[in-house]
């Protein structure tokens, strides 16, 4: 890659530094308002009329937005430097206040969720109050599983010394890991890149580095692993969820039946799709087997271009003005601004993301950009996020709340996009086939793969309730998912044994992953709805879908595009996709006769 500069963001939309005085300020406001709303309200809620709730409504609204200003901010200004203990601190103190402050909040969703329907009912006859509709089912869909307020304010005061301590420990230490490879130190974000390396070697240096790292540090990361699964065992025991991803399908708003149905039919897909893939791969890299470090190698006859930051911008901009001339000008501003941080810097965090700070603000975008193909598309899928929130932004703040399974749908229609894009400039020939294999993989690995995570993730919370889990058992669970889910085209041996203390999802967002192939299956077949031409609009359907993701069902959100997510072969035509896909590279595997 050219030695270009690259763009880092600028958080002085939020604050000048963790120094500015303005900080201090708000926290302040943000603390007095919390005391003066329970003063006003606690106990109350029932004898309000509808514009009092209405009143009372906004200015709540306006200090959750405050306070994740502040929040946002402290976590932005840390990911960066995750080695500077100063912008650690200052996180933690952060996160440590609003919890405090916050507490005398608590009674407010359990005193609505004590209110009649009819009290409810005849405030939504005021249309300012009907606004805040998806706030209140939110809300009350959580009246089942909460306790008493005493118990409530104990969870959420102790939740910065309970689960997020440890998310913490796990994110520092990991952050300050390093891996050498031939000589040379590597961080967390750089030793991935090496797994999409040419040489055969090196790829297989750089895994067996990361899993003897992660071995070294194997005892501490299984007693995280188990202190968190044990901490959120105890708080789902007393609120009643039955299942250990129960509480997360409730935050989605989906059944424990709809994920379970999803997982089973993405594993009886396992053969049809990671096993042929598979076993053409290993053709092409001219082996009976490949390793489990080569499963996203590049082709040996693929191009090895690399993109300048511009032409990976401009590649992905390009994109998204021929689906969209709308959607193109809402990408354009993040970067005509400074909302994307690229680099990888030692100290970063690791992989790329998009973090909504509130309605009110723009979001921002992390990036480890190193200027392969797939960072091209990581930054499609990332901008596909931004996007995303950018037609959200009428809302509200209390409306908006990140529910996973349709967060991912806009990330993943970016790629989708962008990738189609690529495809559509090449002849048939190897660097097609290389093309439609990466994505091929990358498809694997969001629609397969994080199932093959979520049964991992499963069995462990599962076992975990019978006492704690070893982290030679972690390994075994391990490696049973991902030869399970790999086939026998893909050596899956000790030199990726302990790679599960990798998966940060796995620490810091529990029963998440699920959420990657849901969307991938869905925007599969939103896309194959694009491609056959029958939607008149599509483009502008399609932005109006993510203007309501939060605030809509998937029944009617899928409804302009004639899906119903309540059908059983919803999911497998999403999957079609892929196999389609497959079929095309046996095809160009024939034509061009390796």
């Known amino acids: 890659m050219n030695k270009e500069q690259l763009p880092a ?62 929040a946002g901010f402290a976590y932005l200004n840390m990911v960066t430097q995750m080695k500077n203990q100063k912008a650690m601190a200052f996180y933690q103190n952060i996160s440590e206040k609003l919890t405090d402050y916050s507490k005398p909040l608590v009674f407010f969703s359990l005193e609505i969720n004590n209110l009649s329907e009819k009290t ?15 706030w209140f089912e939110r809300i009350r869909r959580y009246k089942p599983y909460e306790l008493c307020e005493p118990v409530e304010e104990i969870l959420l005061e102790k939740s910065v010394t309970s689960s997020s301590a440890w998310v913490r420990l796990y994110e520092e230490t990991s952050s300050r890991l390093q891996y050498t490879v031939n000589g040379k130190i590597y961080n967390d974000a ?63 708003n989906v059944t424990d039946a709809t994920v379970q149905t999803l997982a089973e039919t993405v594993r009886g897909n396992y053969q049809n799709i990671a096993y042929r893939f598979y076993k053409l791969k290993a053709k092409w890299l001219g082996k009976e087997k490949i390793s489990y470090w080569d499963r996203n190698a590049p082709l040996p006859f693929a191009d090895d ?66 200027g392969k193909r797939n ?62 294999a990466s994505k091929v993989s990358d498809m694997i690995n969001t629609a397969i793969r994080q199932i093959a995570f979520h049964f991992f993730e499963s069995r462990a ?12 058992r972690l390994c075994d669970i391990w490696l049973e998912e991902m030869k ?50 029958k939607v008149k609009d599509f483009a502008d359907k399609y932005l109006n879908m993510l203007s309501l993701t939060a605030i809509s069902d998937y029944s009617k959100l899928l409804k302009p595009f004639g899906l119903n997510p309540n059908d059983a072969d919803f999911w497998n035509k999403g999957l079609n996709l892929i196999s389609s896909y497959i079929d095309e590279l046996e095809r160009l595997d024939q034509k061009i006769s390796f």
Request: charged share 25%; proline share 3%; aromatic share 12%.
């Open 9 to 70: 963001w600028n958080l002085n939309d939020l604050y000048k530094s963790i120094d500015d005085p303005q900080i201090n300020v708000d926290l302040e406001q943000y603390k007095t308002f919390c005391e003066k709303f329970a003063c006003l309200y606690k106990g109350k809620l029932a004898s309000l009329d509808s514009k009092d709730v209405f009143n009372m409504l906004r200015a709540y609204e306006k200090n959750s937005s405050l306070g994740s200003r502040i």
């Open 120 to 134: 409810i009912e005849q405030w939504f006859q005021n249309s300012n109050v009907l606004f805040y509709k998806p």
């Open 190 to 252: 750089q030793i991935s890149k090496l797994l999409l390396d040419k040489d055969e070697k090196i790829r297989h240096q750089a895994g067996v580095e990361m899993n003897r790292v992660a071995e070294e540090n194997a005892d501490l990361f299984a007693f995280i692993y188990n202190m968190i699964i044990k901490d959120k065992a105890i708080e789902d025991e007393k609120r009643g969820f039955k299942l250990p991803m129960s509480s997360r399908n409730l935050n989605e």
């Open 375 to 436: 960072d091209v598309l990581t930054l499609a899928h990332e901008l596909g996020h931004g996007c995303h929130h950018q037609t959200r932004t009428k809302n509200g703040e209390l409306n908006e709340y990140s529910r996973m399974t349709t967060e991912e749908v806009a990330s993943v229609f970016g790629e989708m996009i962008v990738f189609q894009s690529m495809v559509a400039k090449l002849p048939d020939g190897p660097e097609k086939l290389a093309l439609i």
């Open 461 to 472: 919370h599962m076992e975990r309730k019978n006492g704690e889990l070893s982290k030679e």
């Open 305 to 370: 271009a690399e993109y300048s930051w511009h032409e990976a911008v401009s590649t992905v901009l390009e994109a998204y003005r021929n689906f969209s001339p709308k959607l193109y000008e809402i990408a354009k501003d993040f970067f005509d601004h400074d909302w994307i941080d690229v680099p990888p810097r030692d100290g970063k965090r690791s992989g790329a993301f998009c973090a909504p700070v509130c309605v009110e603000a723009h979001p921002y975008l992390m990036l480890n950009f190193v």
């Open 484 to 533: 399970i889910s790999l086939g026998d085209a893909v050596e899956v041996g000790n030199d990726c044994r302990f790679i599960w203390s990798q998966v940060g999802h796995f620490f810091f967002l529990p029963f998440y992953v699920y959420a990657y192939s849901f969307a991938d299956c869905l925007v599969n077949s939103l896309y194959q709805v694009y491609q056959e031409g």
